[in-house]
């Protein structure tokens, strides 16, 4: 059953999205100037802490995400908002999160690099998979008739290139990403971050509207995606350090990926577009919140 706010659409024009666009690639660009070829090494000689890590991104978070909607019965749009949460890769600022909480740097560094490639094709097998097994959701995307294909392409666009030219900048000009990645990287994530919120100055009413659908739902979804990746990292046998960067990569999604798979694909669809909005916003929180308290913690004590 429909509610008001799956009918509701968010306001956004065709030139913020290109905006939008060029920012997110900006920083995926900036991103991919701390990742070089020796970083994806680790996979032929340690993979069990990156396949650990992609199997809770790609694997569990889209599993507890959908035994959740089940269990809850939230709104048709609100649903697919949280479907598409969990289908999306790691957030750009995991890498900073799990540098806070001393975790491992070069896994952290390398899941970006893996779930951003990955990405392409487990975000519309996860959104198609999972929503249409949930009536509600199944019947939101047969309305908007959504080609896998096309969110491919985007993502192409959107993450892997920047990630191609990130890579290749820092290998042929060291001395260039040496002094700019750091200041870079911090001022595409600010632009970034500005463009959605001027984004959302024009749907301040909606927001305020409709944010009580979403705000109990989100703290509970990130909860369980950061306990998800911190106990099949503990089950699999992790060092502690592995074991905090897996948790913060699984519950730091990429929700700027998922507001311009929404304003592209499903015209600012209310329900998903607020979802996606307030995790980017809380899991800036919570994450901060988690890695202080994991830099506060001895070394040997088992965070939590």
């Not at 968010?10 to 070089?36: E, K, P, Q």
């Not at 993979?47 to 199997?55: F, N, S, T, Y």
Request: with cysteine; glycine share 8%; proline share 5%.
């Amino acid at each position: 059953m429909l509610t008001p706010l799956d009918q509701v659409t968010i306001n956004f024009s065709t030139d913020a999205l290109w905006g939008l666009n060029i920012a997110l690639a900006l920083v995926m660009y900036g991103v991919a100037m701390d990742i070089s070829p020796s970083d994806f090494k680790q996979l032929l000689f340690r993979p069990k802490p990156i396949i650990v890590g992609l199997l809770s991104q790609f694997i569990l978070l889209p599993l507890v995400t959908f035994m959740l909607i089940w269990i809850l019965k939230p709104s048709p749009s609100i649903a697919l908002g949280m479907i598409l949460v969990a289908a999306c890769p790691g957030g750009n600022i995991s890498n900073f999160m799990t540098h806070l909480a001393g975790g491992n740097n070069a896994l952290s560094v390398s899941l970006t690099a893996f779930a951003t490639v990955l990405a392409i094709f487990f975000v519309p097998f996860n959104l198609e998979l999972w929503g249409g097994m949930y009536p509600p959701t199944a019947t939101l995307l047969k309305k908007v008739a959504l080609h896998p294909m096309d969110i491919f392409w985007t993502i192409v666009f959107l993450l892997i290139v920047p990630l191609i030219f990130g890579m290749l900048t820092r290998y042929y000009a060291m001395r260039f990403v040496l002094k700019v990645a750091p200041y870079f990287k911090v001022g595409s994530i600010f632009v970034f971050v500005l463009l959605v919120i001027l984004a959302f100055i024009n749907n301040l009413e909606i927001f305020f509207s409709y944010i009580h659908y979403v705000f109990a739902l989100v703290l509970v979804h990130n909860a369980l995606a950061v306990f998800s990746g911190f106990s099949i990292a503990k089950l699999t046998g992790l060092s502690t350090r592995n074991t905090k960067t897996i948790a913060i990569e699984t519950g730091i999604q990429n929700s700027g990926l998922g507001l311009l798979l929404i304003f592209t694909f499903f015209e600012g669809l209310g329900g998903m577009a607020l979802v996606t909005a307030f995790w980017g916003i809380w899991h800036i929180f919570s994450g901060l919140l988690l890695a202080y308290i994991w830099s506060r913690s001895e070394a040997k004590k088992i965070p939590i």
